[in-house]
């Protein structure tokens, strides 16, 4: 597996999908966990070239002597390291879940070297948008006819409430099916680094107003993919988010939770690949 060297000398991992024309999307996954999770994102690789970053204490990527560099902020340079191993004067980036709080930063502390970017499912704490409790139960009461349901709908509801903390309950919102493969991919992609799950967002991680700011005044084309579905980014959510871009593209993908490369691999990609090009 190919790697790098960041800027405090960490030693980071990245795949590599495909092998289409032109130059390829650097992808940014969500957690901070395992890119594997990705995979070729439901066949994008046949269209595009993928480079995804393992990000730093997960995967094949190294364990920072410093700690507190997997705030999220902090992030932002080893994606910068990353296009600049790849020989990349400008790069169409890619980012899911989390990892669009590293992209939107990153993007706006380096607009001129972002070609595209496509935030899948993205998620909005660099950009101070909050996802209410209200917001997420009346997504949820869409599913109240699937088998899951009611085990599912008390865990989030004792959340809502503040009376409980098992998320892991209520994994079945997250995906358009909550099927054999469904439950597999989310067991595949549950973080395996509790440090740098608990640090990405720690004091400092964040700063909205400027992210903003800086967004506002970017000319970067930018595609925000929703799930119908997505309990974690709902499609209200990333719409607001896609406010604050000059020149965005909202797709809400119909049937799709968190992860729709795994729930409609060819509607998926005809959206992202037709926004990327290739």
């Not at 974690?232 to 965005?248: A, Q």
Request: a negative charge.
């Amino acid at each position: 597996m190919p790697t790098f060297t960041a800027p405090d000398g960490t030693l980071l991992s990245y795949r590599v999908h495909g092998d289409g024309d032109g130059d390829p999307v650097v992808c940014v996954p969500g957690g901070p966990t395992d890119s594997l999770y990705l995979g070729d994102l439901g066949g994008l690789s046949a269209h595009r070239r993928l480079i995804v970053l393992d990000l730093r204490g997960t995967g094949r990527s190294a364990v920072p002597e410093d700690s507190s560099s997997y705030r999220c902020d902090r992030l932002v340079e080893d994606v910068e390291a990353l296009r600049e191993h790849l020989g990349l004067p400008v790069m169409d980036l890619l980012a899911h879940s989390a990892g669009a709080n590293i992209a939107a930063q990153y993007t706006a502390r380096y607009p001129g070297n972002v070609g595209r970017l496509a935030l899948i499912t993205p998620g909005t704490r660099a950009v101070g948008i909050p996802i209410t409790g209200e917001t997420r139960r009346e997504l949820a009461l869409l599913r109240k006819d699937e088998p899951w349901f009611p085990a599912a709908f008390a865990a989030l509801e004792a959340i809502t409430d503040g009376r409980g903390s098992d998320w892991e309950a209520v994994a079945p919102f997250f995906c358009g099916r909550w099927d054999a493969t469904a439950q597999r991919h989310h067991a595949a992609g549950r973080p395996g680094n509790p440090e740098a799950v608990a640090r990405f967002a720690a004091e400092g991680a964040f700063d909205p107003e400027s992210t903003r700011a800086a967004l506002a005044a970017c000319e970067v084309p930018v595609l925000l993919l929703a799930g119908e579905f997505d309990l974690n980014s709902p499609p209200p959510t990333v719409t607001e988010f896609g406010r604050l871009f000059p020149h965005s593209t909202l797709v809400v993908q119909p049937g799709a939770g968190h992860y729709p490369w795994i729930d409609d691999a060819g509607r998926f990609v005809a959206a992202t690949a037709a926004f990327l090009g290739g």
